[in-house]
């Protein structure tokens, strides 16, 4: 199951990195699409299983995701961190039940909608703000990647206390401190490397230690969305990983804060 896991990563990762890298703005938006839509097809079966609504609800994301291109960046970004501020409370206050509001289908599948559409605008500001270089983009995807590995390790290793035992079981309160710990020390790095003046290294450690614990509870809201629909994974796209939505749950809760932070410093225009 490991070496299938790591193979899997290994060779999706290389696959995404590649397309970053060698393909133009329009590419890149497009790889990441088709991402998206693979995990909106993978949303809509968390909510009512069924090819006819997958497709629509694929759709619907198709088309607003398009859509979002026409808003300013600082609204759609908003709305996504408005959401993810209101998740923690669902994640952690209400835990492996629904809030009044999860109930009702219809907040559901707008629950979907404002995890991928504003993680696919934020992504795709950062390819065209950086698109000969790709660093900002990776960069993101480094922290994301880098506490994700390292909370599952480490958790394995020398995890002794449950972080959310009611929705993910697995998840442990040394390997998520690990996995912020993690993204801290990338968050540091890339703020050396790539120059960001305005941020500073400790401004950089302050950045990954919220897009790490952010990327955590990603995976932990889409944790109860399968905790309630009653299923494992998300889909079967991915060996070891099972579906696309379960690798990318916690980019799209880091994406909104990363974008904002970047506006916020003048380096994302």
Known sequence: MLKERLLTALVAGSALLAGLIFLNTTGVAVLLGAVTLLAAFEWSSLVHPGSATGLAFTLLTAILGIASLALPLAVVVAVGLAWWAWAVGEVFVFRDRASPLWRQAPIKWLAGLLVLVPAWRGCFA????????????????????????????????????????????????????????????????????????????????????????????????????????????????????????????????????????????????
């Open 126 to 269: 950062l390819k065209s703000q950086d698109p000969t270089h790709h660093s900002l983009l990776i960069w993101l995807l480094a922290m994301v990647w880098v506490a994700d590995s390292v909370a599952y390790f480490a958790g394995r290793a020398f995890g002794r206390h449950k972080l959310a035992p009611l929705v993910s079981p697995g998840k442990t309160v040394e390997g998520a401190l690990a996995g912020v710990a993690g993204s801290a020390a990338v968050g540091a790095a890339g703020a050396w490397w790539l120059g960001v003046l305005q941020l500073g290294i400790g401004g950089g450690v302050l950045l990954g230690l919220a897009v790490g614990t952010l990327s955590i509870v990603g995976d932990l809201l889409e944790s109860k969305a399968k905790r309630l629909a009653q299923v494992k994974d998300s889909g079967r796209w991915l060996p070891g990983h099972g579906g696309v939505l379960d690798r990318i749950d916690a980019l799209t809760a880091a994406v909104p804060l990363f974008v904002w932070t970047m506006r916020d410093l003048g380096v994302l225009r």
